[in-house]
Protein backbone atom coordinates (compact mmCIF):
# COMPACT_ATOMS: atom_id res chain seq x y z
CA UNK A 1 0.00 0.00 0.00
CA UNK A 2 1.44 3.38 -1.34
CA UNK A 3 2.34 5.71 1.76
CA UNK A 4 3.61 9.35 1.43
CA UNK A 5 4.95 11.83 4.00
CA UNK A 6 5.63 15.80 3.40
CA UNK A 7 8.31 17.02 5.36
CA UNK A 8 9.63 20.65 5.24
CA UNK A 9 10.14 24.01 7.41
CA UNK A 10 6.56 25.11 9.18
CA UNK A 11 7.08 28.46 8.97
CA UNK A 12 8.59 30.59 5.67
CA UNK A 13 9.33 34.68 5.94
CA UNK A 14 7.42 36.98 3.60
CA UNK A 15 9.35 36.85 0.03
CA UNK A 16 11.00 33.77 1.24
CA UNK A 17 10.97 30.22 -0.42
CA UNK A 18 8.45 27.59 0.64
CA UNK A 19 10.41 23.82 -0.07
CA UNK A 20 8.29 20.83 0.81
CA UNK A 21 9.60 17.22 0.55
CA UNK A 22 7.43 14.17 -0.40
CA UNK A 23 8.47 10.52 -0.05
CA UNK A 24 7.20 7.90 -1.08
CA UNK A 25 7.00 4.50 0.30
CA UNK A 26 5.11 1.20 -1.15
CA UNK A 27 5.17 2.33 -4.50
CA UNK A 28 8.23 3.91 -7.19
CA UNK A 29 7.90 7.45 -8.06
CA UNK A 30 9.67 5.87 -11.59
CA UNK A 31 6.44 4.08 -11.99
CA UNK A 32 5.10 5.02 -15.62
CA UNK A 33 1.95 4.26 -14.38
CA UNK A 34 1.24 7.55 -12.03
CA UNK A 35 2.00 11.25 -11.87
CA UNK A 36 2.35 12.64 -8.27
CA UNK A 37 0.91 16.13 -7.32
CA UNK A 38 1.23 18.79 -4.70
CA UNK A 39 -2.30 20.15 -3.42
CA UNK A 40 -2.79 23.00 -1.02
CA UNK A 41 -5.51 23.82 1.39
CA UNK A 42 -5.86 27.40 2.96
CA UNK A 43 -7.22 27.65 6.46
CA UNK A 44 -11.22 27.32 6.32
CA UNK A 45 -11.32 27.16 2.68
CA UNK A 46 -11.02 24.21 -0.41
CA UNK A 47 -8.82 22.33 -2.23
CA UNK A 48 -6.11 24.09 -4.70
CA UNK A 49 -3.73 22.19 -6.99
CA UNK A 50 -0.12 23.05 -7.56
CA UNK A 51 1.26 21.10 -9.89
CA UNK A 52 2.33 17.43 -10.81
CA UNK A 53 4.87 15.57 -12.00
CA UNK A 54 5.76 12.64 -14.61
CA UNK A 55 8.97 10.42 -13.58
CA UNK A 56 10.60 11.40 -16.46
CA UNK A 57 10.64 15.34 -15.26
CA UNK A 58 7.44 16.38 -17.32
CA UNK A 59 5.63 18.83 -15.03
CA UNK A 60 2.59 20.87 -15.43
CA UNK A 61 1.57 23.72 -13.07
CA UNK A 62 -1.72 25.57 -12.05
CA UNK A 63 -1.23 28.73 -14.51
CA UNK A 64 -1.84 31.06 -11.27
CA UNK A 65 0.99 29.70 -9.30
CA UNK A 66 3.21 29.25 -12.96
CA UNK A 67 5.50 31.87 -12.52
CA UNK A 68 6.88 30.96 -8.98
CA UNK A 69 6.54 27.23 -8.45
CA UNK A 70 8.71 24.76 -9.19
CA UNK A 71 8.28 20.38 -8.94
CA UNK A 72 11.10 18.32 -9.33
CA UNK A 73 11.55 14.32 -8.57
CA UNK A 74 14.26 12.57 -7.16
CA UNK A 75 14.17 8.50 -8.19
CA UNK A 76 17.43 7.51 -6.46
CA UNK A 77 15.62 8.86 -2.96
CA UNK A 78 11.98 7.96 -3.95
CA UNK A 79 10.88 11.49 -3.40
CA UNK A 80 9.45 14.87 -5.13
CA UNK A 81 9.69 17.63 -3.92
CA UNK A 82 8.24 21.52 -4.23
CA UNK A 83 9.13 24.67 -4.40
CA UNK A 84 7.30 28.19 -4.21
CA UNK A 85 9.18 31.36 -4.41
CA UNK A 86 8.36 35.12 -2.98
CA UNK A 87 5.90 33.69 -0.38
CA UNK A 88 3.22 36.40 1.17
CA UNK A 89 0.77 35.29 3.88
CA UNK A 90 -1.58 34.65 1.07
CA UNK A 91 0.38 31.14 0.66
CA UNK A 92 -0.29 30.34 4.29
CA UNK A 93 -1.93 26.36 3.90
CA UNK A 94 -1.84 22.83 4.45
CA UNK A 95 0.23 21.21 1.95
CA UNK A 96 -0.67 18.03 0.69
CA UNK A 97 1.02 15.83 -1.62
CA UNK A 98 -0.73 13.31 -3.50
CA UNK A 99 -0.76 10.40 -6.05
CA UNK A 100 -2.40 11.06 -9.33
CA UNK A 101 -3.80 7.67 -11.05
CA UNK A 102 -4.69 6.93 -14.75
CA UNK A 103 -8.34 8.49 -14.83
CA UNK A 104 -6.46 11.45 -13.08
CA UNK A 105 -7.95 11.60 -9.88
CA UNK A 106 -5.58 11.61 -6.64
CA UNK A 107 -5.99 8.28 -4.80
CA UNK A 108 -3.31 8.09 -2.57
CA UNK A 109 -2.58 11.84 -0.42
CA UNK A 110 -0.23 12.15 2.39
CA UNK A 111 -1.50 13.70 6.14
CA UNK A 112 -0.80 17.64 5.32
CA UNK A 113 1.24 19.90 6.81
CA UNK A 114 0.94 23.53 7.50
CA UNK A 115 3.07 26.26 6.37
CA UNK A 116 2.78 29.76 7.85
CA UNK A 117 4.25 32.30 6.14
CA UNK A 118 5.03 34.96 8.88
CA UNK A 119 8.15 37.21 9.86
CA UNK B 1 -10.99 26.89 -17.82
CA UNK B 2 -13.89 25.12 -16.30
CA UNK B 3 -15.57 26.07 -12.90
CA UNK B 4 -17.03 23.20 -10.63
CA UNK B 5 -20.11 24.40 -8.51
CA UNK B 6 -21.29 22.27 -5.91
CA UNK B 7 -24.87 22.49 -4.14
CA UNK B 8 -26.10 22.74 -1.51
CA UNK B 9 -23.36 24.28 0.20
CA UNK B 10 -24.59 22.72 3.11
CA UNK B 11 -26.53 19.49 4.08
CA UNK B 12 -28.44 18.62 7.10
CA UNK B 13 -29.42 15.55 7.15
CA UNK B 14 -30.40 12.94 9.97
CA UNK B 15 -28.02 9.50 9.92
CA UNK B 16 -29.97 6.98 8.33
CA UNK B 17 -31.30 9.45 5.75
CA UNK B 18 -30.32 9.65 1.93
CA UNK B 19 -27.72 12.67 1.35
CA UNK B 20 -27.39 13.78 -2.70
CA UNK B 21 -24.93 15.81 -3.48
CA UNK B 22 -24.76 18.05 -6.83
CA UNK B 23 -21.56 19.11 -8.87
CA UNK B 24 -22.01 21.57 -11.83
CA UNK B 25 -19.03 22.00 -14.30
CA UNK B 26 -19.31 25.21 -16.24
CA UNK B 27 -18.91 23.42 -19.75
CA UNK B 28 -19.69 19.41 -20.66
CA UNK B 29 -16.33 17.92 -19.40
CA UNK B 30 -15.34 14.20 -20.13
CA UNK B 31 -16.61 11.89 -17.06
CA UNK B 32 -13.98 9.73 -16.89
CA UNK B 33 -12.11 12.39 -15.62
CA UNK B 34 -14.59 13.30 -12.22
CA UNK B 35 -14.05 12.41 -9.07
CA UNK B 36 -15.00 12.80 -5.24
CA UNK B 37 -13.07 13.08 -2.35
CA UNK B 38 -14.62 12.88 1.53
CA UNK B 39 -12.31 15.30 4.13
CA UNK B 40 -12.95 15.01 7.82
CA UNK B 41 -11.89 17.71 10.58
CA UNK B 42 -7.60 18.00 10.11
CA UNK B 43 -7.52 15.12 7.93
CA UNK B 44 -6.41 14.51 4.40
CA UNK B 45 -9.04 14.43 1.49
CA UNK B 46 -9.96 10.26 0.62
CA UNK B 47 -10.86 9.18 -2.81
CA UNK B 48 -14.76 8.02 -2.80
CA UNK B 49 -15.69 7.88 -6.81
CA UNK B 50 -13.22 8.33 -10.05
CA UNK B 51 -14.71 8.55 -13.32
CA UNK B 52 -17.79 9.54 -12.21
CA UNK B 53 -19.18 6.16 -10.89
CA UNK B 54 -16.64 4.03 -10.07
CA UNK B 55 -16.29 3.19 -6.49
CA UNK B 56 -12.49 3.26 -4.93
CA UNK B 57 -10.78 0.77 -3.10
CA UNK B 58 -12.60 -0.62 0.40
CA UNK B 59 -15.45 2.55 -0.61
CA UNK B 60 -19.22 1.12 1.34
CA UNK B 61 -21.63 0.52 -1.21
CA UNK B 62 -23.47 2.95 0.19
CA UNK B 63 -21.88 5.54 -1.82
CA UNK B 64 -22.44 5.89 -5.33
CA UNK B 65 -21.60 8.31 -8.35
CA UNK B 66 -23.39 9.04 -11.51
CA UNK B 67 -24.04 11.84 -14.11
CA UNK B 68 -22.35 13.37 -17.42
CA UNK B 69 -22.27 16.26 -19.36
CA UNK B 70 -22.28 19.07 -16.63
CA UNK B 71 -24.02 17.72 -13.73
CA UNK B 72 -22.63 14.95 -11.45
CA UNK B 73 -24.40 13.45 -8.30
CA UNK B 74 -22.87 12.02 -5.45
CA UNK B 75 -25.31 9.68 -3.27
CA UNK B 76 -24.92 8.37 -0.34
CA UNK B 77 -28.28 5.73 0.16
CA UNK B 78 -28.29 5.49 4.45
CA UNK B 79 -25.95 7.97 6.35
CA UNK B 80 -23.79 6.43 8.83
CA UNK B 81 -22.62 8.60 11.66
CA UNK B 82 -18.81 8.39 10.32
CA UNK B 83 -20.22 10.24 6.90
CA UNK B 84 -20.92 13.31 8.12
CA UNK B 85 -18.01 15.42 6.63
CA UNK B 86 -16.91 17.75 3.36
CA UNK B 87 -17.26 16.27 0.32
CA UNK B 88 -15.62 17.87 -3.35
CA UNK B 89 -15.99 16.83 -6.79
CA UNK B 90 -12.91 17.36 -8.71
CA UNK B 91 -12.24 17.04 -12.63
CA UNK B 92 -9.64 17.01 -14.83
CA UNK B 93 -9.13 18.74 -18.20
CA UNK B 94 -5.56 20.62 -18.93
CA UNK B 95 -5.33 21.24 -14.87
CA UNK B 96 -6.96 19.82 -11.89
CA UNK B 97 -10.30 21.95 -10.55
CA UNK B 98 -11.95 21.15 -7.37
CA UNK B 99 -15.34 22.48 -6.49
CA UNK B 100 -15.78 24.43 -2.94
CA UNK B 101 -17.37 21.70 -1.66
CA UNK B 102 -20.55 20.60 0.61
CA UNK B 103 -20.80 19.89 3.87
CA UNK B 104 -23.15 16.94 5.53
CA UNK B 105 -23.71 18.21 8.99
CA UNK B 106 -25.57 16.62 11.63
CA UNK B 107 -29.49 17.42 12.06
Known amino acids: QVQLQESGPGLVKPSGTLSLTCTVSGDSVSSDSYYWTWIRQSPGKGLEWIGY???????NYNPSLESRVTISVDTSKNQFSLNLSSVTAADTAVYYC???????????WGQGTLVTVSS | EIVLTQSPGTLSLSPGERATLSCRASQSVISRYVAWYQQKPSQAPRLLIYGASSRATGIPDRFSGSGSGTDFTLTISRLEPEDFAVYYC????????FGPGTKVEIK
Open chain 2, 90 to 97: QHYATSFT
Open chain 1, 53 to 59: IYFSGST
Open chain 1, 98 to 108: ARVSRYYDLDS
